[in-house]
């Protein structure tokens, strides 16, 4: 029996599940609200765990010659320039997860999914289609758009991202949570001199980030910091002064690479809780709109690349019953989701301790031993990685899962 499903929005999530399904023999069609498909922002960090997904979904040759594979990631005093902590993405970290750790412009990683796409003859994909409302019956699920027109197929997966209206309608009508960290994004070209790995800086309430993309001639640079002026997403909070300000203590280097950022857009970070029941019927949620989170652990775009792959196979297993697949899907997804979601806040705490708690969390990071380096990511980035059971949040609700 032939499947036929519509995705909502045309992001990495959204254009990595059309792929996985085209990959099965699933006929896709995606529809994308703005003009054209494409991402805002610069870089991207893929863990080994989605350089796996690109893998099996076919896209590796349309990176190649784009994608950076840093030699390491480091972490340093934003102040004293000392380095605390480095993890070499050498040939054993290579070994270990069975693919390597790369960073890439974002553009072109969605522009070698479309590619990839555009060759199953299996996607079909739909610009400046905005969906307004979804509906659903026992046959069929469909899209409401805003141009008047209704588009309806076996089922229907919502990749809307951080402010799904898909989602609002169908399980959380909640804003997302704004954190009172602002972040600035400056890509530019990569000056003479800088190492081919990813940098973080860190200091209280502050961060600096800086690796290589575009096949290395650019730097892609991020700056955040927690906003002390007003309320998070108001004019007078997190300012370009602000920011200036906040980064007066930073060492000489870093400064000069923020004051050289271009700044014409900041980005308030927001992230949701773990919430259950993202599959329902014939729609489900996928990515951001199911499970937006911090960027710390640099895993959102990651773990929308890993539903990806899971939706398609779910599909696959169940043909003709995409109620029951979205149910399967969600299922595997929600665990791990949900507490790299919730990792990733802590994570994000770690790297902006001041003071105490800052000494100790250099003196525990100094003291790691090789191996203990790699344990804290196993369960992460290890294709046989298991979910520690103490990963999991209290609050998530398994139980919703089964019912
Ligand atoms: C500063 C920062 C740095 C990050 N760094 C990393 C990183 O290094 N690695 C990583 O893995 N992740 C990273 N992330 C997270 C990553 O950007 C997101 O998790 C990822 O882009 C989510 O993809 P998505 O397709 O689910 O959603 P989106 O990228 O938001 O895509 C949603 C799409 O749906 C469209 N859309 C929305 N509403 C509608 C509608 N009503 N109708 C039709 N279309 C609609 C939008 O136009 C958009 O194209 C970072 C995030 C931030 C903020």
Same mark, same amino acid.
């Given at each position: ?8 929005? +045309? ?7 059309? $792929? ?26 893929? %863990? ?51 693919? #390597? ?5 974002? +553009? ?18 739909? #610009? +400046? ?22 588009? /309806? ?49 860190? +200091?209280?309430?502050? !961060? ?34 602000? $920011? ?51 960027? *710390? ?50 994570? %994000?705490?770690?790297? !902006? ?9 250099? !003196?525990?990071?100094?003291? $790691? ?6 344990? *804290? /990511? ?16 209290? !609050?998530?609700? $398994? ?5």
């Amino acid at each position: 029996m032939s499947t036929e499903i519509l995705i909502a929005g +045309g992001g990495i999530g959204g254009v990595a599940t059309a $792929l996985a399904c085209a990959r099965r023999g699933i006929t896709v069609t995606v529809l994308e609200r703005a003009a054209e498909f494409g991402e805002v922002g610069a870089g991207l960090q893929i %863990g080994p765990n989605a350089w796996r997904v690109l893998r099996e979904l076919g896209v590796l040759d349309g990176l190649a010659g784009r994608a950076v594979l840093p030699s390491r990631w480091a972490l340093t005093d934003i102040t004293t320039g000392e380095e605390i902590f480095s993890l070499p993405f050498g040939e054993a970290f290579e070994e270990r997860y069975g693919a #390597p750790y790369a960073v890439m412009h974002r +553009g072109e990683l969605l522009t070698a999914l479309i590619t990839a796409c555009r060759g199953t003859g299996l996607v079909t994909l739909v #610009p +400046g289609k905005e969906i307004t409302e979804v509906g659903q019956d026992g046959e069929s699920a469909t899209a409401h758009c805003a141009d008047g027109t209704s588009l /309806t197929a076996d089922a229907l997966v919502a990749a809307d991202g951080l402010r799904s209206v898909i989602r609002a309608q169908l399980l959380d009508a909640e804003p997302p949570l704004l954190s009172s960290y602002v972040v600035y994004r400056g890509p530019g070209p990569r000056p003479e001199g800088i190492e081919d790995a990813v940098m973080l800086y860190v +200091g209280d309430g502050i !961060h600096y980030m800086q690796y290589p993309i575009s096949g290395g001639t650019m730097l892609n640079r991020v700056a955040s910091f927690k906003s002390t002026r007003g309320e998070p997403g108001t004019d007078e909070w997190g300012t370009p002064q602000e $920011l200036t300000e906040k980064f007066a203590g930073a060492m000489a280097y870093v400064r000069q690479a923020v004051a050289e950022m271009d700044i014409g857009k900041r980005w308030p970070l927001c992230d949701r809780k773990p919430l259950a029941g993202w599959a329902q019927g014939r729609i489900t949620l996928l990515g951001d709109a199911a499970h937006p989170m911090n960027q *710390y652990l640099a895993q959102g775009a990651c773990q929308a690349l890993e539903d990806a792959l899971a939706l398609g196979a779910a599909l696959a297993e169940t043909p003709g019953d995409p109620a029951a697949a979205f149910k399967s899907y969600e299922a595997a997804r929600f665990p791990r989701s949900s507490a790299v979601q919730e990792l990733t806040r802590f994570v %994000g705490d770690f790297c !902006h301790f001041g003071g105490a708690a800052a000494l100790l969390r250099d !003196h525990f990071l100094a003291r $790691l031993s090789a191996e203990d380096r790699y344990a *804290y /990511t196993d369960w992460l980035y290890r294709a046989d990685g298991t979910l520690p059971s103490r990963a999991l949040p209290a !609050h998530v609700d $398994l139980y919703a899962l089964r019912s």
